[in-house]
C-alpha cells in the first residue's frame, strides 16, 4: 500500500492572487494561507477501515508560485493552477469581446503551467453569469474563444460549473499541466550570478488598457492607418495575449531556467516575487528591456512613459526567467517565433532589487498590479 | 516515451452546474460543451521538438458526471471538480457566518469527490470579494472554516487565486481526490434490477432555505426551546452540510455501488441525471423515502411539505446510488453513523422515473434547483 500513498504535493498557485492585494493583504494573507496549510495536526475522520490512503502523504510546502505541484509515482508531476476573472476589476463587458474573453480567462492559466516549465493538458471552467446575458450568444462565443486556444494546444476541457450572477461576469479558469518529476521549475531557483531574462517584448498590454480607459475600442477601429493598426495591435495584447507555452516547456524539460515567474503583476512587482522567493537580489538595465515598439512608436504622441509601461504595467504574460552561466550557450534563439532579451543579472538579497540607467543604480519598487490598492 | 503519454481523462463536471440551468440551456449546453470537447481536430503547435507528450493521449469522454477523472499510469486515477458559489445565487451574507460559508465551498466539493467514490487529497479556493470587507476579519473566518473541514478529511490547500469584485462575493472551490484506477463510480453504470439507495435523510437542508426566506437567522436563535433548537439544526443543514465522504469510500473502494450521484439539486433532479446517463428508468417507493424527522415535526406548523421538500428540495448533498442484488447483502449498516435507505428500483428506460405511492404510480418530474428558472 505504501507505493501508493507516497506522493508529494508542493502548494502553489497564490500568486497572482495574494501579490495583488494590498499592503496589510499581501504579505499577512499569504503568511496566514501558509502557515495554516501546513498545518499538520490533521486527521483523517472517514471509518479507517474504508480508508484507501491511511497514511498522510509526505508533503513539501510553499504557496507563492505560478502553480501547485503533484508528485505522481510515475516519474511525471501534476501541476495546477487557477485564475479568477472578475468583470470590473479584471475586465469590462464593454471593452472586450466574448470570444477574447473566453481566450484570455484560458491563456492567463496556460501562461502560469508554462512559468512552471511544464506542458498544458486539461482545464476546467466555471462561469457565473448574470440572467440577460445567458440566453445571447455571449457563453456560446467566450466557449469558442476557450476552445480556439485549448486546441492549439491540445487542451482538454474536462469539466466546469456554471452559476447564476446578479450582474456581474466571473470566470474561474483551472489548467492542469504536466511535466517530468522534479522539472517543474519554481520561482525559488534563483542563485547569485544566475542571467534574467524575459521573453518577448513588455509594456503593450499596459499600453492597450491606458488606450481603453481613454476610450479607445477595438469595434471602433477601421485598421484604415498605420496609427489605427497601432492601437488595434495594443488593444488586443490586453485583450488576447498570448501565453509563452512553447518557451516553457523548453525552458522546463531542458532544465535551463533555474526559476521561472509569468508577468501578470508586471515586471517590477513579479521581479520582487521571483527575487523573495529565491531570496536573492537583482540587477535589471533599464537600456536593455525590450519595450515593446508598438508603444515606443505611440508613447510619445499619447503621454505614456514606455520605460514605465514596461515596468510596471501588468499582464504582457512574458516569461521571466533565470539561468546560470554554463547554461546560457544552451538557449534557443528563438521558440514559436519569440526572441528572449537578456535583462539583467541575480545578485546576493543584500543587494536589493535595483535598475541600473547607465552609471546611475535605483532601487526599484514593486509597482504593478494591485486589486485592492486604491488608485 | 509512450509510457508516459498513454493517460486517459474522463470529462466530468458539468453538472450541479449545466443541470441548474433554463430548458434551453440544460439540454443545449451539455450538448454543445460534450461535442466541443470532444472535437479531436487539435494540433499541438509548440515547437515539436520542445514536447515532452507530442501524441495527445487517448481520451474518454463524458461530461456529465459529479467529477472528472484523469487516469494515472499507477493504478491510481485522479478526480477533479469545480463548484463555484455566488452571493445571492448560491448564499445570502446576512443569513449564513463566514466561517459556515467556508465550510460550505469545501464541503459541496467534497461531495462531489464522494459521488465518485473517490478520497478527497488536494484543495485551491479562487475567491472574489469586494473592498469593503478586505479589511474586516470576514475572509479569515471563511478560511478558518474551510480548514476546519479540509483538515477533518485531510485535505491540503495548495493553491488558489483572490480577485476583487465591485459587490458581491464568489467562490470557487475544487477538489482533487484519488481512487485506485477503474474505481471511479460513474452516472452512468446503473443497471435495471439494481436497487436505489439514499445516505442519510432528506429535505432538511431545503427547509432550512425555506424557513430562512422567511427570516429565520442563526443569530436570532437562542436555542432556548425544543422549536428553536430544531429551527436551527435545520439551517444549519442548509449553511454547514455534511459531505458522506466516508460512504463515497466505502462505495468506491469495494466497488458495491453501480452508479453514484450526489443530491445537489434534489432527489427528483438528480434521479433524473442518473437514470439518463445509465440510459435506465427507476420508481421509487415514496413511503421509503426517508424524509427527515425535524422535518415531518416541523413541516405542519410551517405549511411545508416534507415530500415534496425530500423530493425537489435542493444540496442535501446526500449520496444516492445503485446496488446490484449480488452485493446488497456486502453493504455496511452506517459509515460514520449515517445510515442508508433502499428506496427503489432501477427499472428500463421504457418504463420511465416514477414514484409508487402506495397501488399509484405516478411519472417524477424534474422539479429540483434550477439557477436560470424564474420562480
Known sequence: MMDEVEQQARPGSYKSSSERLS??????????????????????????????FPDPSSLSCGIGDDAAVIKQLTGRDTVITTDLLVEESDFRRDSTRPHLLGHKALAVSLSDIAAMGAQPRWALL?????????????VDQLYEGFFALAERYDVRLIGGDVSRTPEKIVIDSIVLGECRSGHAVARSGAKPGDHLFVTGSLGASA??????????????????????????????????????????????????????????????????????????????????????????????????DPLILALNGGEDFELLFTVSPENICKLPAKVDGVSITQIGQIKKASEGVCVAEGSRVWSLKSGGWDHFKIN
Open 207 to 304: 499600453a492597450g488598457l491606458r488606450l481603453m480607459e481613454r476610450g479607445a475600442r477595438l469595434q471602433k477601429l477601421g485598421a484604415s492607418d498605420d496609427d489605427s493598426r497601432s492601437i488595434e495591435q495594443l488593444l488586443l495584447r490586453q485583450l488576447r495575449p498570448e501565453p509563452r507555452v512553447g518557451w516553457g516547456l523548453v525552458l522546463g524539460q531542458e532544465r535551463l531556467a533555474s526559476s521561472m515567474i509569468d508577468l501578470s503583476d508586471g515586471l517590477s512587482s513579479d521581479l520582487h516575487h521571483l527575487c523573495q522567493e529565491s531570496r536573492v537580489g537583482a540587477v535589471i538595465e533599464s537600456a536593455q528591456i525590450p519595450v515593446d515598439p508598438l508603444v515606443a512608436e505611440l508613447a510619445g504622441r499619447r503621454a505614456l
Open 23 to 52: 499592503s496589510r493583504s499581501e504579505f499577512d494573507f499569504i503568511t496566514y494561507i501558509r502557515r495554516r496549510s501546513n498545518k499538520r495536526e490533521m486527521a483523517l475522520k472517514a471509518d479507517p477501515s474504508s480508508s484507501v
Open 126 to 138: 466555471s462561469i457565473g453569469i448574470p440572467l440577460d446575458i445567458w440566453d445571447s450568444d455571449f
